[in-house]
C-alpha cells in the first residue's frame, strides 16, 4: 500500500471519528470546565446565593433580578489577583463582570455549602 492511499485512509477513519465524537459529546451536554476561572464560577453557581443588605440594595436601585445575577456570575471573569483565596474556610473572589452599559465587580465569598454575595462594585 502505497503512502498517498495510507494517508487518505488514516483522514477519512480520523473524519469519521471526531464526526461520531462530537455527536456523542452533545448529547451529553458536557461542559469543558477545567480552567480555574470556570471551575470557581460553576463552583458558586451550584450552590445557594445569600445577599448581603448592601448587595441588596444595590441589585433593587439598579433594577437587577436574580436570573440577570445568575448569568452576570455565569458570564464574569473572576480576578485573583483581587480574590483571596488562602482564606479557610470560606474563599473571597472578585468577580467581574457587565450589565447593559455598566460593568460590575462581585465580590462573593463562596463557603462549603453556600455562597455569599457581599458586596457589588460599579467600575
Known amino acids: 500500500m ?11 477513519g480520523f473524519a469519521v471519528g471526531a464526526i461520531v465524537v462530537f455527536f456523542i459529546w452533545m448529547k451529553k451536554d458536557a461542559s469543558f470546565d477545567y480552567m480555574p476561572d470556570a471551575r470557581v464560577l460553576k463552583n458558586i453557581q ?36 483581587k480574590s483571596n483565596t488562602n482564606t479557610e474556610p470560606c474563599k473571597t473572589y472578585w468577580v467581574n463582570t457587565s450589565f447593559k452599559d455598566f460593568k460590575l465587580s462581585l465580590i462573593i465569598e463562596n463557603c462549603d455549602s453556600i455562597a455569599t454575595l457581599k458586596k457589588i462594585i460599579k467600575n
Not at 502505497?2 to 477519512?12: E, P, Q, S, T, V
Not at 436601585?61 to 464574569?76: A, E, F, V, W, Y
Open 2 to 12: 502505497d503512502l498517498k492511499k495510507r494517508f487518505f485512509l488514516y483522514g477519512f
Open 46 to 81: 451550584s450552590k445557594t446565593l445569600k445577599k448581603t443588605i448592601p448587595s441588596q440594595l444595590f441589585l433593587i436601585g439598579h433594577q437587577i433580578d436574580d436570573l440577570s445575577l445568575s448569568n452576570m456570575i455565569k458570564n464574569g471573569n473572576v480576578d485573583f489577583k
